[in-house]
């Protein structure tokens, strides 16, 4: 599997590790080596896609959730 770097507005940067849609919104889940993960929404900004930090930690609650389950079957196999 092929991981793409972005440098994030912190200046750190972070490889971009799946794609998730939640609630009819598409998410990217980046990670760092050091295991510290963030997730940005995909939004369209003329006819591109642009990306932005989260609303709230309720919606990064729920990106989350839809994450684990997605990949539920990966972490009992390594267990």
Known sequence: MDLYKMVLEDGK???IIDT???EGN???IF???NNEY???K???HDNKEAITKLDAREEYDKVMVEFLEKHKGDYNEKA
Request: glycine letters at 0%; hydrophobic letters at 40%; proline letters at 0%.
């Open 13 to 15: 940067e972070y490889y």
């Open 20 to 22: 998730i849609t939640c």
């Open 26 to 28: 598409k998410y990217l």
């Open 31 to 33: 990670a760092q080596d």
């Open 38 to 40: 963030t997730i940005r």
């Open 42 to 44: 995909v939004w369209i």
